[in-house]
T-cell receptor, first 115, second 107 residues
Framework: GAGVSQSPSNKVTEKGKDVELRCDPI?????LYWYRQRLGQGLEFLIY????????KSGLPSDRFSAERTGESVSTLTIQRTQQEDSAVYLC?????????????FGSGTRLTVV | KNEVEQSPQNLTAQEGEFITINCSYS?????LHWLQQHPGGGIVSLFM???GKKKHGRLIATINIQEKHSSLHITASHPRDSAVYIC?????????FGKGTHLIIQP
């Protein structure tokens, strides 16, 4: 597609439930990133996928968070046993090959509210 | 870990004014990004810089690698430029973000 697509755009869930967020990157972009932005705070790095390499999970805040990516396509971010502190906008971005002049293209985000 | 500092945190100006937002970082980088986040939350990548200067319309971004400093300038500012401007540094393994500069341009 023309841009990075994220779904759902909004998600309200009860504390303790699992949620799955989806990101469709720009076709051909080898790198995919997940970030989150909690209310009133800056952006935080969560996880990075580059091609078929092992993902960089250094930003995941707890073992309740996991993410997968199939090849160079769709990625899903899963949050298990959600907590109120997980409420945030979850942003996905993709970029082209390392060494190219491509910047990042961000999706519109998924606004997650845990009640 | 790279520390990214932006200034000012908040800026209110009148339409037409020349705007400068500054960004400093602590560790050498492969690239610096300027991002724009509108009230709805959407983020747009404005510039990616590794050296020198880039211009797009009324926006100009400069970077001084030796001083670990970048500036974003807006000429002839307009109310539609009101947004949060975020500096981010890093490379292919992800970005470290500044806290953003909240810009309001009043008509």
């Amino acid at each position: 597609g023309a841009g990075v697509s994220q779904s759902p755009s909004n998600k309200v869930t009860e504390k303790g439930k699992d949620v799955e967020l989806r990101c469709d990157p720009i076709s051909g972009h080898t790198a995919l990133y997940w970030y989150r932005q909690r209310l009133g705070q800056g952006l935080e790095f969560l996880i990075y996928f580059q091609g078929n390499s092992a993902p960089d999970k250094s930003g995941l805040p707890s073992d309740r968070f996991s993410a997968e990516r199939t090849g160079e396509s769709v990625s899903t971010l899963t949050i298990q046993r959600t907590q109120q502190e997980d409420s945030a906008v979850y942003l996905c971005a993709s970029s082209g090959n390392v060494g190219t002049d491509n910047g990042y293209t961000f999706g519109s985000g998924t606004r997650l509210t845990v009640v | 870990k790279n520390e990214v500092e932006q200034s000012p945190q908040n800026l209110t100006a009148q339409e037409g004014e020349f705007i400068t937002i500054n960004c400093s970082y602590s560790v050498g980088i492969s690239a610096l990004h300027w991002l724009q986040q509108h009230p709805g939350g959407g983020i747009v990548s404005l510039f990616m810089l590794s050296s020198g200067k880039k211009k797009h319309g009324r926006l100009i971004a400069t970077i001084n690698i030796q001083e670990k400093h970048s500036s974003l300038h807006i000429t002839a500012s307009h109310p539609r430029d009101s947004a949060v401007y975020i500096c981010a540094v890093g490379g292919a393994d992800g970005l470290t973000f500044g806290k953003g500069t909240h810009l309001i341009i009043q008509p």
